[in-house]
């Protein structure tokens, strides 16, 4: 959970993340990972040879930090 914050629309937010340390969401995160590459290898080929490149969008904008702020407890 974390700390309410102040959006630059100046209203209040209170974010919610997964819990990134919970055994649930990282059997689920590695199945995905796991899974991908078998998901890509069905596609057709006409729709695998678009494909330029994949990008993981952790954040909650799309940035490389999935939280913002201090993790409360």
Same mark, same amino acid.
């Given at each position: %959970? %974390?700390?309410?914050? !102040? ?5 209040? #937010?209170?974010?919610?993340?997964? +819990? *990134?340390?919970? =055994?649930?969401? #990282?059997? !689920? &995160? +590695? +199945?995905? /990972?796991?899974?991908? =590459?078998? *998901? !890509?290898?069905? &596609? =057709? ?8 490149? !994949?990008? /993981? ?7 490389? #930090?999935?939280?913002?702020? &201090? =993790?409360?407890?």
């Amino acid at each position: %959970m %974390m700390s309410e914050r !102040i959006t630059p629309t100046r209203k209040k #937010q209170k974010p919610a993340y997964p +819990h *990134y340390f919970s =055994p649930r969401y #990282q059997e !689920i &995160l +590695h +199945h995905t /990972v796991r899974s991908f =590459p078998d *998901y !890509i290898a069905r &596609l =057709p080929a006409d729709r695998k040879n678009r494909i330029i490149f !994949i990008q /993981v969008a952790e954040g909650s904008t799309g940035d490389g #930090q999935p939280c913002k702020g &201090l =993790p409360r407890a």
